[in-house]
């Protein structure tokens, strides 16, 4: 599985994978390295990342994760794939952006329908889980560019949607 986590105000890409061979690790897109970790009591971990070994302190509070390694404390936070692709829209622009690859599975939808904030308008299919994915905010459905079964890749968008001006009277 591939995660968004957020580090000292930087974004990383890690993926985590299992092999026959063990697990492995990959950040930034960089070399697979081997991971093994072992809890050793309350919130505290034995780390081995390819040859550096380490002892961590984790723990959660909310959507945060603070890790305590090297003498140090790190926080990161591992992103939300949706609404990591709301907030790459432009702003004013309500068009919705695949958050990751997938399949679509059900459109709420037709073009030219008027939507409200939050309302469903696809519901898709990645790694297993089935997610809605709603409207940013009240407007019109301009154009659908996947259909039910159809499968798109991470960040192309799915559906434009035409923010409605306010009328002046």
Known sequence: MRYDILLGGETHAVAMTNRPDGRFITVDDGTAMALSSQNSGKDRYQFQIGDLNAEAEVVTKGEDVFVEAFGRIFALKVLDPVEQAHETSEAGDLSVKAPMPGVVVEVHVSIDDVVEAN????????????????????????????????????????VVVHQEEEENA
């Open 119 to 158: 309302q469903p308008l696809l519901t898709i299919e990645s790694m297993k889980l089935l997610t809605i994915i709603r409207a940013t905010g009240a407007g019109r459905i301009e154009c659908i560019n996947y259909n039910s079964g159809e499968t798109f890749n991470k960040g192309v968008i799915l």
